[in-house]
């Protein structure tokens, strides 16, 4: 496969040799305890796999946003017993202070994690001379963190351009995914775009109309959508003033030839809370009053259809509003039926973001799909067909 990037598999010989690899650290943290450690899992076969290749592995991370300050609340330290626990060997902290004595005295194998990237004003400027500084710190150069990929820092893109540079086996996954799910994908293509809002996915959708056969709106979007059709959408979330907008979108996909799927009966309701009184109803008939919640079942089954017909599907975005009763039916069901069709091999199914990833757990089909990001801004804005500056420089 002619990726465009060097992977792991390209590196040669490295025994005692300085990796600096760009990992994802900032998991979420309580009373001095991880609550999520799936980002540290996340990074463990390239780090131990340079690590039994005998290099020594310095981690670059950041923690929180410290603005260029040290902060003791944002240290890395404290991530470092944890994430030797995940690791299953020992870790050692180097501050910034005497970082290139420290790393000369690793020994080939030892696994280390340098201090929050972001204690350095520099780094989130992508300061030059602070990338010549670091790059002294190490002989080549490992990006393994897809999710701070769409941010030109130092430690995300200065450095590529410094050191020889390679993608981390988490970085690779994740950009073999996306290149089956948009970039040469097989057809027909489908993507599910949910959430709350028309105006945080505009460009997603924009992109997505001339790239996909079947586009499905979802969530309090398909509202708006909705409205731009003439539908009386009653107390719904719903952007009006975007309707002109979406009239556009659905424009542009009509001339790319890309069908958009809008939900044709919903379950409605009039106060927005846990297992309230709902009505099940097609859209011209919402009340005054009511609230589209949810798409209903018979346009969940016909979007399910639509899916055994398709190669590639795209999900980014709930259907309704997943996190309350019982406005999950409709984005369980459908993710259900992609995990089967994935699961028989009929679709390659590639998802991301954070409600996303959230609603596939609440599915129980989080590990049934090709791939799964836990990228929030990168995967939106690669679904924007936006550059990342952290893979632009992996392909320098």
């Known amino acids: ?28 943290m309580a009373d001095g305890e991880v609550t999520d450690d799936t980002r540290l899992k996340a990074t463990v076969a390239t780090v131990t796999e340079l690590a039994d290749a005998g290099a020594k592995v310095v981690v670059l991370a950041h923690f929180g946003r410290p603005k260029g300050q040290r902060n003791p609340e944002m240290s890395l330290a404290m991530v470092t017993k944890p994430y030797e626990a995940v690791l299953g060997r020992p870790v050692r902290f180097i501050d910034w202070d005497g970082a290139a004595e420290a790393i000369d005295m690793m020994a080939p194998g030892d696994i280390a ?110 509202n708006t959508f909705l409205a731009a059709r003439g539908v009386d959408v009653g107390k719904s979330l719903c952007e009006h003033d975007l309707t002109d907008t979406a009239d556009a979108i659905m424009d542009a996909a009509d001339t790319a030839g890309c069908t958009v799927h809008l939900p044709y009966d919903v379950v409605v309701a009039k106060e927005f809370r846990p297992n309230p009184e709902t009505r099940t109803v097609n859209v011209h008939e919402v009340g005054a009053e009511e609230m589209i919640l949810d798409i209903g079942p018979a346009a969940t089954e016909a979007l399910a259809d639509v899916l055994k017909t398709c190669h590639t599907l795209v999900w980014n975005g709930p259907l309704g509003a997943f996190e309350t009763p019982p406005f999950d039916v409709a984005t369980v069901t459908l993710a259900q039926t992609a995990a089967a069709l994935t699961k028989e091999g009929s679709l390659t199914s590639v998802a991301g973001g954070g409600d996303t990833v959230a609603a596939l757990n609440k599915a129980g089909v989080g590990d049934d799909f090709t791939f799964v990001s836990t990228a929030g801004g990168a995967f939106l804005e690669w679904m924007e067909g936006k550059e990342l500056p952290g893979v632009a420089a992996l392909h320098d």
């Open 113 to 222: 994690v340098l201090e929050n990237t972001r204690f350095l004003a520099g780094e989130e400027k992508n300061d030059g001379a602070l990338a010549d500084e670091w790059a002294k710190l190490g002989d080549l150069y490992v990006n393994d963190a897809f999710s701070a990929a769409h941010r030109a820092h130092v430690s995300t893109e200065g450095l590529a351009h410094r050191l020889p540079a390679f993608a981390g086996r988490a970085m690779q996954a994740e950009l073999d995914a996306l290149e089956k799910a948009l970039g040469d994908p097989k057809r027909p293509v489908a993507a599910v775009v949910g959430g709350a809002k028309v105006s945080t996915k505009l460009d997603v959708l924009k992109n997505l109309v001339g790239r996909v056969d079947h586009l499905i709106i979802g969530g309090g979007m398909a």
């Open 1 to 28: 496969m002619n990726r465009g990037f060097k992977t792991l598999d390209d590196i040669g010989d490295i025994n005692g040799k300085r990796a600096l690899v760009r990992e994802d650290l900032n998991v979420p």
